[in-house]
């Protein structure tokens, strides 16, 4: 281990390696793929900004990717803040243009098709069985219990979407931010390479997002709207939904809907859809609040 007072440098976690940019780029930047550029920086404020700010002025290609080996000012949904240390996790975001085939009112799938794309890349290239915390959540099971280990923020810029993904690879426990979140190292993975993570993520993001536009947007046609309902962690719980303003919703989540919302049945009998709103998962098959 490096003593407190050694200087910093991109080596200094002999466990936390720098991400191989030539080696990702070879791997991603193909003639037929979505990703088109790729650029990994030391260190930002967020990534999430970064490109939206490039998209707004203009000229920013579809299929960027930028990796940020630390985040000093990420954001979550709601404003929240993430943090990590240098290069425990995967930070990046990415810019998507639906375009005229898909009509900007289907452009919020984009979020919770990151989210699908995120679960089944890292099972497959971790092992770990990652599920969905509607809206967009990523939770892992550490010791018995559900963690969350990444989160996922989508914001219109330009003529099209940023996407960020947060994730944490090896956040050891004396290093997570709350009780309730967790790593993907924590919860027992076979692999916390970072570069092998990101490929597969991506691929598998290239393959949903894919299928999503060849479908026009449509959720349902695509098999993301059954995808997403597969992995949502959040389905056949009771839930309590603090909605913007300072209402909140008890009831069974029972569907995701066309639209992407969730909708709960509430003890009056009603299905109510939530568009927007902090979930707290109050009773379920984990047992427990989440």
């Not at 770990?128 to 923020?153: F, M, Q, S, Y």
């Not at 919703?249 to 969730?262: E, H, K, P, S």
């Amino acid at each position: 281990m490096t003593p407190p007072d050694a200087p910093h440098n991109r080596w200094s976690d002999l466990d936390r390696p720098p991400l191989n940019v030539t080696a990702l780029r070879r791997g991603l930047l193909r003639p037929e793929s979505l990703w088109s550029e790729l650029e990994v920086v030391e260190t930002t404020g967020s990534t999430n900004s970064d490109l939206a700010g490039r998209a707004r002025s203009g000229g920013l290609a579809e299929g960027t990717v930028l990796v940020a080996e630390e985040q000093t000012a990420g954001r979550g949904r709601l404003e929240r803040s993430w943090t990590a240390p240098p290069r425990s996790g995967l930070f990046f975001s990415v810019y998507l243009e639906p375009g005229e085939g898909v009509p900007v009112e289907r452009w919020g799938w984009v979020p919770l098709l990151a989210g699908v794309a995120a679960a089944t890349g890292l099972a497959k290239s971790a092992g770990v069985d990652t599920a969905l915390k509607w809206p967009n959540d990523l939770l892992v099971t550490v010791e018995g219990a559900e963690r969350k280990a990444g989160g996922i923020l989508g914001e219109f810029a330009g003529d099209g979407i940023v996407v960020g993904l947060g994730i944490n690879v090896s956040l050891r426990a004396d290093e997570l931010p709350a009780p309730t979140a967790g790593s993907l190292a924590l919860a027992g993975a076979v692999s916390t390479d970072r570069e092998t993570l990101l490929r597969s993520v991506l691929r598998s993001l290239e393959h949903w997002y894919g299928e999503w536009k060849a479908a026009g947007g449509d959720a349902a046609a695509s098999g993301l709207q059954a995808a997403y309902a597969a992995g949502c962690a959040t389905l056949d719980r009771t839930v309590r939904a603090e909605l913007p303003g300072g209402d909140a919703l008890v009831g069974q989540a029972v569907a995701i809907d066309g639209d992407g919302r969730l909708v709960l049945s509430t003890e009056d009998g009603l299905q109510q859809p939530v568009s927007a709103g902090d979930i707290v998962h109050l009773r379920g098959a984990a047992g427990g609040l989440t």
